[in-house]
């Protein structure tokens, strides 16, 4: 009888051994594979945060994204967020990471899960459609300070800038960037120098082609005065559908026209893009 307790006594510690065991496997942090990769942060004409932002694979197929930002403000923590697409095109938040230090300017997140529950491991993320949104707050709460794209849309740092030119009537000048993106599509930012105020200029891009009547390849996104000026706009495929991609634009014989807010029959500003002959590339 005292033999058969003694064996009780022992199989009952062996038990509560391996529970505290795998409580504690359970408790531990998950450890990095060595694997990483970094995004450049990109400032807004809101805010002159900068820096980067690195994505860490860990062996819970977890993922810890970690910032480390210059210029930020140690009056604001601002609101992070993964949100889908790109930052030109404004797509929804898929995950809500946390609140930047604004004092360090350093902040490590970690993420295994999407806002709706879905489970997100390190490769999907480096393939995810979207980007990182630091947002601002208080009373300009949601808007964009600087943003990081990931997966495709990760800019390659390829980029060609164009000048945008006054017209007879008009004394508008300005400028045209496209960036290629790793997917191949391209970013578009029109510039316009001294434009007026609460006002929204439309945009188009025009073929120079000979028998072409000068017909609009793409409606871009419209010049906004409350953008100090800007336009920003995704290009993938052309007014009829054909897709076009950023080595496509760069034999392009083209140009970009800005209308006037008031008489769109107007152009106020244009230039020459890819192989058009007044094209003007600034270096």
């Known amino acids: ?40 942060v990109i400032s807004t004409d809101l805010s002159d945060i900068e820096g980067t932002v690195e994505f860490v694979e860990n062996d819970n197929n977890s993922t810890d994204i970690n910032f480390n930002l210059q210029n930020a403000s140690a009056d604001f923590n601002n609101p992070i967020y993964l949100r889908r697409k790109t930052a030109f095109q404004g797509g929804g938040i898929a995950a809500a990471l946390g609140n930047l230090d604004g004092v360090t300017g350093k902040s490590s997140f970690n993420i295994s899960k999407l806002a709706d529950g879905q489970n997100i491991t390190y490769d999907q993320l480096l393939s995810y459609d979207g980007y990182i949104a630091i947002e601002l707050n208080g009373d300009v709460s949601g808007e964009l300070a600087a ?29 045209a960037t496209f960036a290629e993106r790793v997917n191949g599509t391209s970013s578009l930012i029109v510039s316009l120098l001294d434009s007026n105020t609460n006002a929204s200029y439309p945009s188009h891009m025009h073929s120079s082609e000979q028998e072409s009547n000068n017909s609009i390849l793409l409606t871009l996104s419209s010049v906004e005065s409350k953008f100090k000026g800007h336009g920003f706009s995704e290009i993938s495929v052309l007014e009829d559908g054909v897709p076009i991609m950023y080595n496509d634009l760069l034999e392009l014989n083209a140009s970009i026209d800005i209308h006037d807010f008031d008489d769109p029959s107007k152009v106020i500003s244009s230039g020459g893009i890819g192989s058009n002959p007044n094209a003007i590339v600034q270096n």
């Not at 058969?4 to 009952?12: E, H, I, P």
């Open 147 to 175: 943003s990081a794209h990931i997966g495709p849309n990760e800019l390659t740092g390829n980029k060609v800038t164009y000048t945008m030119l006054f017209t007879e009537d008009f004394s508008y000048s300005g400028q």
């Open 1 to 40: 009888m005292k033999n058969s307790f003694l064996k009780l006594r022992v199989l009952l510690i062996s038990v509560f051994l391996v529970f505290i065991d795998c409580k504690n496997d359970d408790d531990s942090p998950p450890l990095p594979t060595g694997r990483t990769k970094s995004f450049a």
